[in-house]
């Protein structure tokens, strides 16, 4: 059984047999959890694309980060947003990262542009100096390579709501 086509109200699954056999299509609804990861994967593109867009920034020629940092980062803040009114999609992200004592604001990433920001996210990353890639990268630096920052698995996310609810009367 082949995935054809992911739609928001659905799956559309389909399975051929041979060239000149019917095509059996059915519908079936995907699940909470599917939609879940859906909406996870896209958060977590636009935060892998929102780093590898950092470069332009930190002056390197590549951001590495370590795999599945995108993806953790991604999930955590779609659990901060269970509580929200447009949940996840009303999220802007600002991204800071540290390098020494110095923290830089390195990218933004609004969540779903036409949604209304109901809440933001200071993603809070660091650097990674202790690894063997670091020290490699340094005397690259010093040698005049291209130069690269690499990510730490550390991070931190602080919420602020840009609404009153309405409980608080």
Known sequence: MKIH???NSGVLRSSAFGENDAVDAFWCPPNEDEFEEIDCKYLADKLENSLRQAKLKLHCDEVIFPT?????IARDIMHMSVQEPCGWRGCVIYINLEEKK????IGKVKCDPDAVATFEVFLNLKTEW??????????????????????????????NKLYRSSSLH
């Open 102 to 105: 110095l923290r830089r604001h």
């Open 130 to 159: 202790s690894s063997w890639f670091s020290m490699k990268q340094k005397i690259k630096v010093r040698m005049g390579f291209k130069s690269a920052v690499v990510i730490s698995e550390g991070y931190t996310l602080n919420k």
């Open 68 to 72: 599945n940092l995108n993806h953790r």
């Open 5 to 7: 086509d992911i739609h």
